[in-house]
């Protein structure tokens, strides 16, 4: 017959993770790659003006370095995409590899300045 559960036991359990080999690296991927919600959705507070990471050109082929939110502006981000952005990530962007997370991250991904459960750091 088996032990009876103990919620403690989880409590226990859930503790040695740390230690666990590779623990963090293999949810930070699972994260990244498997992300909860794959858009965030919200409003702008007050009027906004976005920094591009990289310059776009409008339709006369002026470059475009921000661009201007108006207050109560609904703002989409596509969290999938931005976690899979070989701009940021590298060409293996699409991979499961959390050994990436074992190094410092690449320059790119400290730059990106990207906000998540683990802060992509």
């Given at each position: 017959?088996?032990?009876?559960?103990?919620?403690l036991?989880?409590?226990?359990?859930?503790?040695?993770?740390?230690?666990?080999?590779?623990?963090?690296?293999?949810v930070?991927?699972?994260?990244?790659?498997?992300?909860?919600?794959?858009?965030?959705?919200?409003?702008?507070?007050?009027?906004?003006?976005l920094?591009?990471?990289?310059?776009?050109?409008?339709?006369?082929?002026?470059?475009?370095?921000?661009?201007?939110?108006?207050?109560?502006?609904?703002?989409?981000?596509?969290i999938?995409?931005?976690?899979?952005?070989?701009?940021?990530?590298?060409?293996?962007?699409?991979?499961?590899?959390?050994e990436?997370?074992?190094?410092?991250?690449?320059?790119?991904?400290?730059?990106?300045?990207?906000?998540?459960?683990?802060?992509?750091?």
């Amino acid at each position: 017959m088996s032990q009876p559960f103990h919620v403690l036991d989880v409590f226990s359990r859930a503790a040695q993770l740390p230690a666990c080999y590779w623990s963090h690296e293999n949810v930070r991927g699972i994260l990244c790659l498997y992300c909860a919600s794959h858009t965030y959705a919200s409003s702008t507070q007050s009027d906004v003006v976005l920094p591009l990471s990289t310059p776009i050109s409008d339709v006369n082929g002026c470059k475009i370095y921000e661009i201007a939110i108006p207050k109560n502006t609904n703002v989409f981000l596509h969290i999938w995409n931005l976690n899979r952005d070989p701009s940021i990530w590298g060409d293996d962007a699409a991979e499961w590899k959390p050994e990436r997370w074992l190094a410092p991250l690449p320059e790119s991904v400290e730059a990106a300045k990207i906000q998540g459960v683990y802060a992509n750091t």
